[in-house]
């Protein structure tokens, strides 16, 4: 392992209720605390760490920016070396989420952070994917206004243009109240709901959320982003067709065929939308 600046603590840990103040390790040029005689969790900020929180920071910014999130919504990325966890804001406005506000959280939803912050109450969402999906490193929730119509309907989504082949021939509609019953608040804010969201999602790269929203899927935070935005931008140009006629959608090879092209492109919007984004909301 190549040696890394470790991220120092900023002062001395005592042994809760007790006074003591706890051994101290030293190997080479790390010192490592023990906090109740266990070792305290801290992890490299090696510059890859950094420009991948860096990058979910933007990622946030540029989900508002484009009106896929607003108050609401969330994404995450996985960790790169710790399995099983992932990174994620803590509870707040999307548009306004910076480095500092990154929290680490484990599958079952716990939250490690020094400072005891909250993350979302729908973390789950996130923690159930990553744990049935190993091929997803990047989880999108919104609530993006034009989606929601084909969650609540028997109009299905589906892909109308090249941009949006990853949809497929089926989007999948998540049903709360199979698990949940018909008083639920509609939120995933447990291992259970996380978990069956994750099965209605299967190997699909989206899903809608009956009266909620829908979740999106990516191998990296651009693509979940790409996928996030244009799952909306395919909801409005489907909800404007259908006031025409009838909607010739892409084949399931057309979908496929476009899929894997946008997947070769995906830095060109990416600097675009991070461009407007970070000029607008820093």
């Known amino acids: 392992m190549e040696r890394a600046d470790i991220q120092t603590h900023p002062k001395t840990i005592s042994r809760q209720g007790s006074g003591e103040t706890p051994p101290k390790k030293h190997s080479g040029h790390l010192e490592v605390i023990i906090e109740d005689f266990e070792l305290l969790e801290i992890y490299p900020m090696s510059n890859e760490l950094d420009a991948l929180i860096e990058e979910l920071v933007i990622a946030n910014k540029i989900l508002y920016n484009e009106g896929v999130v607003d108050g609401f919504g969330h994404i995450s990325v996985r960790h790169p070396s710790k399995e099983s966890r992932f990174f994620i804001a803590k509870s707040m406005a999307p548009g306004l989420v910076s480095a500092k506000d990154i929290l680490e959280c484990d599958f079952e939803g716990v939250i490690h952070d020094p400072e005891n912050r909250k993350s979302y109450v729908e973390r789950f969402i996130h923690s159930e994917i990553f744990r049935a999906r190993p091929d997803i490193n990047s989880i999108v929730h919104s609530h993006s206004p034009s989606v929601i119509p084909f969650g609540v309907t028997s109009q299905r989504l589906r892909p109308i243009c090249h941009m949006s082949g990853f949809l497929g021939s089926q989007t999948p509609i998540y049903e709360i109240r199979h ?34 929203g829908s979740v999106t899927v990516g191998t990296s935070i651009k693509q979940a982003v790409y996928r996030a935005i244009y799952t909306e931008v395919n909801a409005k140009l489907q909800l404007e067709s259908m006031k025409i006629g009838t909607i010739e959608f892409l084949t399931d090879a057309e979908a496929m065929a476009t899929a894997g092209m946008a997947d070769q492109h995906l830095d060109r919007p990416w600097a675009l939308w991070k461009e407007k984004a970070l000029s607008q909301h820093g």
């Open 179 to 212: 698990t949940a019953g018909e008083t639920s608040d509609l939120l995933i804010n447990s291992q259970k709901l996380g978990k069956s969201l994750a099965n209605t999602l299967g190997s699909a790269t989206v899903a809608l959320m009956r009266g909620h």
